[in-house]
């Protein structure tokens, strides 16, 4: 059994919680979500604490396997009711750049055409530094994960000079090109 299952989640004075059926609602300051527990898992409330459990019959591989994670889920959800989480990319390269207009975001990234991403509904992206430090928040922690990661996926980081889209403070392994390969040869 999962040791991150056990573990209890407090539950914010700014968050509201409630269950029906086997589906969490949680209302925040910042938004509000649910979560459906898979069947298998109990899930107590009490005394601003939520402690998850598993059923009699917890020798279910695939039931133990997704304890901890939906322990983590349901934290997450309650964390971002209440702070919004956020991920910061950055556009490097001659005349890469990108805006927002509106309730889409449009990237200018070595293409002959524009790439151009719909916005979801209560995300918010802005641009900082000359328009290539994309700043990314949501409650949901696993939209703004998706919407960096499809972003980032437009136009990679490539090894030979580093242009491309990347992670705020992600380190990427430079590789030396033709010409200092073969600088050491003489024939």
């Known amino acids: 059994m999962s040791r991150v299952g056990k573990q209890p989640i407090k539950i914010s004075d700014k968050v509201k919680v409630r269950l029906e059926k086997r589906v969490l609602f949680a209302q925040g300051t910042k938004g509000e979500g649910s979560y459906e527990l898979p069947l298998g898992i109990n899930i107590d409330i009490k005394d601003s604490m939520i402690q998850l459990s598993l059923d009699g019959s917890s020798s279910d591989k695939r039931l133990s396997a997704i304890f901890g994670t939906t322990r983590a889920r349901i934290s997450n959800m309650l964390e971002g009711l209440e702070k919004e ?103």
């Open 85 to 187: 989480f956020s991920k910061v990319l950055e556009i490097k390269g001659v005349g890469y750049k990108g805006f927002v207009q509106g309730r889409k975001l449009i990237l200018h990234v070595g293409f002959s055409h524009t790439v151009e991403f719909d916005i979801p509904d209560k995300m918010t992206m802005k641009f900082e530094n000359k328009d290539t430090v994309l700043t990314l928040t949501h409650f949901d922690k696993e939209v703004v994960g998706n919407m960096a990661a499809k972003i980032k996926k437009i136009r990679p980081t490539e090894p030979y000079k580093g242009t491309g889209i990347r992670y705020q403070g992600e380190h990427v392994i430079r590789k030396a090109g033709k010409t200092a390969a073969g600088a050491g040869e003489k024939k």
